[in-house]
Nanobody, 120 residues
Framework: QVQLVESGGGLVQAGGSLRPSCAAS????????MGWYRQAPGNRRELVAT???????SYADSVKGRFTISRDNAKNTVYLQMNSLKPEDTAVYYC??????????????WGQGTQVTVSS
């Protein structure tokens, strides 16, 4: 069994910062890509940022230069440093990880989501 547990969302004023984190635990053999997605009310879930196991990263155009994704492989944890937040960043943010379990099954896992609200 594998779990992703997120924390660090919240309410912030425009221009502020937040740093949610997501920790994976359970029967983990290895973790490949980890990433963050978000879903605003009435919208589809969209990719925000991803990081490969070797550390390479990619970002949605809407967050480039403002958000930074990073990971601590020793802690099986991924972070999303969000700066210069805008009201349009308001959404539920979901962590995603591609994990090979100790039984050598590989699949994507999702966190429960953490609410980020940016007030104008």
């Amino acid at each position: 069994q594998v779990q992703l547990v997120e924390s660090g969302g919240g309410l912030v004023q425009a221009g502020g910062s937040l740093r949610p984190s997501c920790a994976a635990s359970g029967s983990i053999f290895s973790i490949n890509a980890m990433g963050w997605y978000r879903q605003a009310p009435g919208n589809r879930r969209e990719l925000v940022a991803t990081t490969a196991s070797i550390g390479s990263t990619s970002y949605a155009d809407s967050v480039k230069g403002r958000f930074t994704i990073s990971r601590d492989n020793a802690k099986n944890t991924v972070y999303l440093q969000m700066n210069s937040l805008k009201p349009e960043d308001t959404a539920v943010y979901y962590c995603n990880a591609n994990i090979k379990t100790t039984g050598y099954f590989m699949r994507d896992y999702w966190g429960q989501g953490t609410q980020v609200t940016v007030s104008s």
